[in-house]
C-alpha cells in the first residue's frame, strides 16, 4: 500500500484498498470477503485499522457479517443510503439539474453504441423488458423498475462499461429526489411505444433514427 496521504485516515485509504481487493479478487455481491485477519495481511496494517474500517462499510449497507460465517459483499441497491444521500445532495436544483442532462448526454452516447454492438442477447433482454411493462400495465401496476431496467440494458448493450458504471449511480442518485423515468400511469403505454420504437431503430443499426427517438423519449419522459 501507498503512501497514506496526511489529510486521509488510515481507515479511509483502507476501504480504497479492500476496494482494490475487491476488483482484484473478482469479487461481487454475495461473494465471502478475506478474512480480517487476512486483509490484514495483505494491507500490512494493523487488525483494528481494517476492523474500523469494515465497520464504516457495513454502517454503508455495502457488506454484511454473518455469526460464524464471515463477511460479505452487499449490492448497493438493497439497502437505503443511496436515498438518503440523494436527498440530501439533490436539495440543490441545479445538482438535480446537472444529474438529469448527464443521464441525457450518456443514454444519447449509450444509444448510438447499442446500434453498433448490441447482441441478439441484448434484443431478446429488452424485449422481455417491454413485454413484461405491458403486462404490468395491463394489470394496473406501475411499470417504474421495468423502464429503469429497459435503459440500463441500452447502456449495457453499449458494450462500454465505463459508460454503463457512471450510468447507474447518476440515474440512482437522481431517483430518490423524486425524478421518475416514467411519467403518470394514464401515460405509461406511450413511453412503452417508444421503447419499442428505440429497441428497433437499435436492431436495425440506424444510429440517427435511435438517438433522435432516445432524445424525444427523454426529453418527453426524464421529468
Known amino acids: ?84 444521500i440523494g436527498a440530501y445532495v439533490l436539495k440543490d436544483f441545479k445538482t438535480r439539474k446537472d444529474l438529469i442532462e448527464m443521464r441525457k448526454l450518456l443514454e444519447i452516447d449509450a444509444v448510438r453504441l447499442a446500434c453498433k454492438r448490441a447482441t441478439e442477447k441484448h434484443f431478446t433482454e429488452m424485449e422481455r423488458l417491454i413485454q413484461a411493462a405491458e403486462e404490468k400495465i395491463r394489470t394496473g401496476e406501475t411499470a417504474d423498475e421495468e423502464d429503469y431496467l429497459f435503459h440500463r440494458a441500452i447502456c449495457r448493450s453499449s458494450r462500454n462499461s465505463v459508460l454503463h458504471r457512471i450510468w447507474v449511480p447518476v440515474v440512482e442518485y437522481a431517483r430518490p429526489a423524486g425524478e421518475r423515468s416514467l411519467p403518470p400511469s394514464s401515460d405509461e403505454e406511450m413511453v412503452v411505444k417508444e421503447h419499442r420504437d428505440i429497441l428497433s431503430a437499435i436492431r436495425e443499426g440506424d444510429d440517427a433514427k435511435a438517438v433522435a427517438r432516445m432524445s424525444r423519449h427523454l426529453d418527453s419522459s426524464v421529468l
Open 1 to 84: 500500500m501507498g503512501i497514506l496521504p496526511h489529510q486521509r485516515k488510515v481507515y479511509e485509504e483502507i476501504l480504497l484498498e479492500i476496494n482494490r481487493i475487491i476488483k482484484e479478487d473478482g469479487l461481487k455481491a454475495g461473494d465471502k470477503l478475506p478474512s480480517e485477519r487476512e486483509l490484514s495481511d495483505r494491507l500490512q496494517v494493523g487488525r483494528s485499522s481494517v476492523r474500523e474500517a469494515l465497520r464504516s462499510l457495513e454502517l454503508l449497507g455495502l457488506i454484511t457479517t454473518r455469526r460464524g460465517e464471515g463477511t460479505f459483499i452487499q449490492h448497493y441497491r438493497q439497502n437505503q443510503l443511496i436515498d438518503i
